[in-house]
């Protein structure tokens, strides 16, 4: 492989994520704009200037494509092949006492999602989001609203940051009305 080349679920990835922009941008009204990439002079990326146009294409993409997921297997199944084969297309491990077949049949047709964790056994890792704040450009790990008070939930805000301090503030006013 030469040093340029990626590999063909690299390059279709590539696909969808432009799919999704324009669909942001046709059905929900965003606007594409170029933004430059730090450290690099020449090169830029494209980003929405409405990321909920974004979520909303992006649901769209996901509501059909389970769709689609649904619909390939049933032709699977009318040409023959069997729901462990199924299961082997979507990457599914068997568990101790479930079948590779009967967790896609569980997924696809009834509608309940396979645990992300083999054998039904939950990591013990707290799930976070990482993002850049549009205000103080700090790194922000976002541990969720389960604390409740950004204060407890967000770090990575540079030191004065105004929406984050904006934000600690109006939820201690709501706790105390």
């Known amino acids: 492989m030469?040093?340029?080349d990626i590999s063909p679920t690299t390059a279709a990835s590539g696909r969808i994520r432009e799919l999704l922009r324009r669909i942001?941008?046709?059905a929900f009204g965003s606007t594409e704009t170029e933004v430059p990439i730090p450290g690099?002079?020449?090169f830029t990326d494209r980003k929405l200037d409405d990321?909920?146009?974004g979520i909303r294409a992006a649901l769209l993409m996901r509501?059909?494509?389970?769709?689609?997921?649904?619909?390939y297997a049933r032709a699977a199944r009318a040409a023959g092949r069997s729901w462990d084969e199924v299961g082997a297309a979507l990457d599914l491990s068997s568990g101790e006492y479930r079948p590779v077949g009967e967790a896609a049949?569980?997924?696809?047709?009834?509608?309940?999602?396979?645990?992300?964790e083999p054998d039904g056994v939950r990591s013990f890792r707290t799930p976070s989001a990482y993002w850049r704040c549009s205000t103080c450009d700090g790194l922000v790990t976002d541990h969720g609203q389960f604390e409740g008070n950004p204060a407890n939930s967000e770090d990575g805000h540079a030191k004065g940051c105004a929406r984050h301090a904006a934000e600690v503030q109006a939820w201690n006013e709501g706790w105390e009305h």
Not at 63 to 71: F, I, M, R, S
Not at 105 to 116: A, E, S, T
Request: glycine residues 6%; aromatic residues 18%.
């Open 105 to 116: 049949f569980d997924w696809l047709v009834c509608g309940r999602v396979p645990d992300p």
């Open 24 to 26: 942001a941008v046709e």
């Open 51 to 53: 990321p909920f146009a």
């Open 40 to 42: 690099f002079t020449v």
């Open 63 to 71: 509501t059909v494509a389970e769709g689609q997921l649904y619909e």
């Open 2 to 4: 030469a040093a340029f």
